[in-house]
């Protein structure tokens, strides 16, 4: 079955980095976009940021475009997302998900998700 | 960037009853050529993940109830949950991929038993 586990996640400084992973397992994780999307507390959802499957195109938000990178090491099954210059807006439960459908840019809806990573940016 | 607008914020409907959410986009989600609207609904319950209910504005996802029903085309979009049931108490979210991979969410509405 699907898995997708985040880890990584904790308390950081204004200012500090962090980096969070997502496992994946049960499906061919080089054959699938994946992308992350965080929840600030008590709040919705935010689309963060966007791998193509081989890597080769990544996207991200706004609100961390400069900030936040996103990658993968398909031959780990891992999804990365590289945080720096952490504000504390970015406090927030972050999700990996995938992509429902394989190798079609295009069709971005995501049919499995992970429980997410909390990351707090406090001093 | 589209904007997702949804509607109300929460709502409260009684057992069995139907409960109606909207979903607004700042333009067409249609892409003409293949006549597919680039909408989903997401439902959350609490402490967990998000769950895809409905794809492409009306496909049901594999397992999922057939008392929800998306619909709508263009940029108004609704989901209906034609006989609640206690089980479907969470929020509910729309998201566009019309822009992908720059995507986006509705801020979601949440459904609770009157």
């Known amino acids: 079955q699907v898995q997708l586990v985040e880890s990584g996640g904790g308390v950081v400084q204004p200012g500090g980095s962090l980096r969070l992973s997502c496992a994946a397992s049960?499906?061919?994780?080089?054959?699938?976009?994946m992308t992350w999307v965080r929840q600030a507390p008590g709040k919705g959802l935010e689309w963060v940021a966007f791998?193509?499957?081989?890597?080769?195109?990544?996207y991200h938000a706004n609100s961390v475009k400069g900030r936040f990178t996103i990658s993968r090491d398909n031959s780990k099954n891992t999804l990365y997302l590289q945080m720096n210059s952490l504000r504390a807006e970015d406090t927030a439960v972050y999700h990996c998900?995938?992509?429902?459908?394989?190798?079609?840019?295009?069709?971005?809806?995501?049919?499995?998700w992970g429980q997410g990573s909390l990351v707090t940016v406090s001093s | 960037d589209i904007v997702m607008t949804q509607s109300p914020d929460s709502l409260a409907v009684s057992l069995g009853e139907r409960a109606t959410i909207k979903c607004k986009s700042s333009?067409?989600?249609?892409?003409?050529?293949?006549?597919?609207?680039?909408l989903a609904w997401y439902q959350q319950k609490p402490g967990q993940p998000p769950k895809l209910l409905i794809y492409?504005?009306?496909t049901r996802e594999s397992g999922v109830p057939d008392r929800f029903t998306g619909s709508g085309s263009g940029t108004d979009f609704t989901l209906t949950i034609s006989s609640l049931q206690a089980e479907d108490v969470a929020v509910y979210y729309c998201?566009?991929?019309?822009?992908?991979?720059?995507?986006?969410f509705g801020g979601g509405t949440k459904v609770e038993i009157k």
């Open positions: 998900a995938k992509v429902a459908v394989e190798g079609v840019p295009g069709d971005d809806y995501f049919d499995y």
């Open positions: 049960g499906f061919i994780f080089s054959n699938y976009g």
């Open positions: 492409w504005a009306s």
């Open positions: 791998i193509r499957n081989d890597g080769s195109n990544k």
């Open positions: 333009q067409s989600v249609l892409y003409n050529s293949n006549k597919k609207n680039y």
């Open positions: 998201q566009q991929y019309y822009t992908t991979p720059s995507l986006s």
